[in-house]
């Protein structure tokens, strides 16, 4: 048997997964939606994000805060990155 590590997504590839619009996660994790979107669109917003922040998120999404995935270097990243020189 491989050691298979789970896959990990982004925030947003998880609302998407889950079929939940920007205001349904917002309901449903007590955060804004401005909260919301700041964290899906600016990777730096989310690593900064409270562990009770990150909980709520995950707990409406029905996963762990681990399986969001935090790194910039996503191959699944549908913003520009900019790679280091």
Do not use: C
């Not at 205001?23 to 994000?49: F, M, P, W």
């Not at 409406?60 to 900019?82: H, M, R, T």
């Amino acid at each position: 048997m491989m050691n298979e590590k789970p896959e990990k997504f982004t925030l947003r590839q998880w609302r998407g997964i889950r079929d939940m619009r920007v205001n349904e996660l917002a309901a449903k994790s007590g955060l804004t939606e401005v909260t919301i979107n700041n964290y899906e669109h600016d990777i730096n917003r989310l690593r900064g994000a409270s562990f009770k922040n990150l909980e709520a998120i995950a707990n409406a999404l029905g996963i762990s805060v681990w399986d969001i995935f935090l790194s910039p270097n996503s191959e699944k990243q549908k913003y520009p990155v900019k790679e280091k020189a």
